[in-house]
């Protein structure tokens, strides 16, 4: 599968959503995830290992023969991993991964990261097989964003009217893959608050539900995960001065839409504690909308009484909104490379 290039640069620049952004805290964030992409790494690495182990030893059974150029030693090193260095580390991890899929022999591959199901048992073997910090399935879904991009890529161009056989040779996936992202992208579109962000952010690009219904993560995570890797570009519009009445409209917090999303995927199952949260949401994007609606009606009164012309707020928002475009078109045409 097509997988983001170069992650490990785009982790450091990511955009952290916080209430309060420090930067001394932000580049503390971004670290971590370095470091939890790190361990899925070593871990990815580990499990080429032991699936290549495995396909031998089986080759080996049916033909009875011995072939030694197959060694251990090899697979290390086809991994970049040191056999001298690294073997009791994949000794502890063939030990669990052998329990794992003794207890739950339909697993399927353990190299894909695209499910929340597959990151559960995936963090569990990292948390036992890598010393560091205890990470949780959650902390893998921005990995499952860099990873699974040949799933979502994939779903997106068959959406957009791509033949189906070519957007899976083009995006290195199976038809078994791409029927199961189907399957957990129906089931998002029946259970999200996809049409509470539809209506907090208006043109929301439509790859921004793929990825969250095929990888099972947040919309807003899946937002701000496709922005800061590169795969999206926030949209600047053109504003025409006789006809807009706002340079931008106030728009919802994306650290509080993060929190109103968390707090219903917490309460699913609970029709009660969803409808509270889902009437929260409403009433914060109703504060925000009557808002956006008193602004325009001061612009519309300020034009009524000067023939027309745009009040000195609107000229001076739209100097500024220009200036940070000009800026923002250059910074994306210096990172806008091919992904995959």
Known sequence: MKTIKDPETKILNMKIISE???EENDKKIRLEKLKVYQQFKKYKSMMNVYTRQKNVAN?????KINDPSKSLENFFKMEGLDPSKDIDQYRDFKRVV??????????GD???????????VISDIINKTQKGKEICATDLDFVAVIEGYGLYSAMSDIQYGKDRKDAIQKNG????????????KRIFDEETTKSLYQRAYQDMDEIIFITAGVLEIGIGEAKTDLESFGVIHTKEREIDRERDLLVEKEEPQEYKMMIFERA??????DPELTKQTVGLMEDYLNKIEEHNKY???????YRRKNNGNPSPVFLRELKEYQER????????LEDDREIG
Do not use: C, F
């Not at 080759?59 to 033909?63: A, C, S, Y």
């Not at 996936?173 to 992202?181: S, V, Y």
């Not at 602004?295 to 009164?301: C, H, I, Q, T």
């Open 295 to 301: 602004r325009e009606a001061l612009e519309k009164s």
């Open 59 to 63: 080759l080996k059974n049916l033909l």
């Open 173 to 184: 996936i199976t038809e078994e893959m791409l029927q199961n992202a189907e399957a957990r």
């Open 325 to 332: 475009n000009e800026v923002g078109e250059k910074k994306i």
């Open 110 to 120: 353990l190299r894909d990261v695209t499910s929340s199901s597959h990151r559960k």
């Open 264 to 269: 219903l995927n917490k309460y699913k199952g």
């Open 20 to 22: 309060e952004p420090n």
């Open 98 to 107: 052998d329990h794992v899929r003794s207890e739950n022999p339909d697993l």
